[in-house]
């Protein structure tokens, strides 16, 4: 790093409204609006800048609610694609990589994009704020957090359920400022929110707030800003897995500020976005042209989760109807919500391992499965420049080439836990 980190100028505002206000240091709503309603970072710097990668994701700071730099982060990679381009006979395939494949400079140490969220969300703490940042995750999410917090000596509890829990695994330890409580085994994500949620009454907690916090989303958005700047113009097409949307949404504003910006088109990507069947509650939302999520009962919803390989993508409650959120980020820009079942997330896999020469996650390869299935049945044009956002991979080669210590819960939950219960066990691990 060259020069002398500033925090970054922004305001926030509410989607609903347009109303601008000052962000307290940790806003996650739109002061005095009862409307559900996603903030939007509004930043002063209106054509980006890219710093050199020593600063890791940082080099996007421009476009990142952040008051600081930490340690350890590194930012997408994005290269146009030769051996799935090939398959596919597209001529425009470029592909966003967080994970961890050293040879192309990608060194996420989680394997997991979602080292963009807690980089991102993290670096927006005050140092004043002394509370104990709180997250909620299927896994991914609080392998990213575990690491960034580790590293940068962050107080933080994860709430993940237990059939996750073996995927916080790490390349080295944990410092002992990270703390995980679980949900008991036959339990989902959203039982594991729900424990998260009743931390977050406890005296000394905040919940890091999910796709409400603007640094989560304009962190996933650094995907966006990889490929953009590397192609030198907005993609066509945008390809991703989601389980809540976050990362669509997060790449439909990238696409907006950089229309604002006036150096790299006026277009906007359609938003291709794919599920893991049978799990599928955006996907039928969307065909119903509903802004409210269909009724999922919890049974089926559990069973549905539990038959998915790509579990990551098992969000019941995603911010599909809020104001900004995903129906809105489709019904602007366009596209559709695709499908892939296990057999075919499978075969992405394999083929994307033999063809670009890197193992990929579940969810990965469920985005890679419904490109596979858009150009079969000719919904994409061979010339159209593709961005194929990779959310995770490298795992199988991390794993191979480092000991791997795992985080433990301190203590495991019912599925529906009394708050007078959880607040005394925090008590006792704080």
Same mark, same amino acid.
């Given at each position: ?16 409204? /347009? ?8 806003? =996650? ?5 009862? +409307? ?25 700071? +421009? ?17 146009? &694609? ?113 424990? &998260? ?6 005296? /000394?907690?905040?919940?890091?707030? *999910? ?7 304009? /962190?996933? *958005? ?13 993609? +066509? ?5 989601? /389980?809540? *949307? ?14 604002? +910006? ?75 919500? =695709? ?86 066990? =925090?008590?006792?691990?704080?």
């Amino acid at each position: 790093m060259t020069e002398e980190f500033k925090a970054t100028d922004y305001i926030l505002e509410s989607v609903k409204t /347009g109303k601008q206000f000052i962000d307290e240091g940790w806003t =996650l709503d739109a002061p005095g609006e009862t +409307d559900p309603t996603l903030v939007r970072a509004i930043y002063s710097k209106k054509q980006i800048e890219a710093k050199d990668e020593s600063y890791g994701i940082y080099k996007f700071a +421009d476009w990142l609610p952040v008051k600081k730099v930490l340690k350890g982060s590194c930012a997408p990679v994005t290269y146009k &694609s030769e051996g799935l381009a090939k398959y596919l006979g597209l001529e425009n395939l470029y592909i966003t990589f967080s994970g961890y494949w050293p040879e192309r400079g990608a060194n996420f140490r989680t394997c997991s994009f979602k080292e963009t969220e807690s980089y991102s969300v993290c670096a927006r703490m005050n140092l004043d704020i002394k509370k104990i940042l709180v997250v909620a995750s299927a896994g991914n999410t609080a392998r990213a957090f575990a690491r960034v917090c580790s590293d940068n000596n962050i107080p933080l509890l994860l709430c993940v359920p237990e059939d996750n829990l073996n995927a916080l695994w790490f390349g080295e330890h944990v410092h002992d400022c990270v703390k995980l409580i679980a949900t008991k085994s036959g339990s989902d994500y959203f039982d594991a929110i729900h424990l &998260s949620n009743l931390a977050c009454q406890v005296e /000394g907690f905040i919940a890091e707030g *999910g796709a409400k916090n603007v640094a989560r989303r304009d /962190g996933m *958005g650094t995907t966006v800003l990889s490929a953009v700047t590397k192609i030198g113009r907005i993609p +066509d097409y945008y390809f991703q897995a989601v /389980g809540s *949307g976050t990362g669509a949404i997060a790449a439909w504003e990238a696409n907006l500020r950089f229309i604002e +910006d006036g150096r790299f088109g006026r277009n906007k990507m359609k938003l291709m976005v794919s599920q893991n069947h049978p799990f599928v509650p955006i996907h039928n939302a969307w065909k119903a042209d509903s802004r409210p999520m269909l009724p999922y009962e919890d049974d089926e919803a559990r069973k549905h989760v539990e038959e998915i390989i790509a579990k990551v993508l098992s969000n019941r409650k995603p911010p599909y109807s809020i104001a900004g959120g995903l129906y809105d980020a489709m019904k602007d820009a366009g596209g559709d919500v =695709l499908l892939a079942n296990n057999t075919e997330l499978k075969e992405a896999a394999n083929l994307f391992k033999e063809v670009e020469g890197n193992d990929i996650h579940p969810a990965s390869a469920v985005a890679v499965a419904s490109l596979i299935n858009a150009v079969k049945e000719n919904r994409i044009e061979k010339n159209a420049t593709i961005m194929l956002n990779i959310t995770g991979g490298g795992e199988e080669r991390y794993k191979k080439e480092h000991n791997l210590h795992y985080l433990a819960p301190k203590h495991v939950f019912d599925i529906n836990p009394k708050l007078k219960e959880v607040e005394k066990i =925090l008590k006792q691990l704080f």
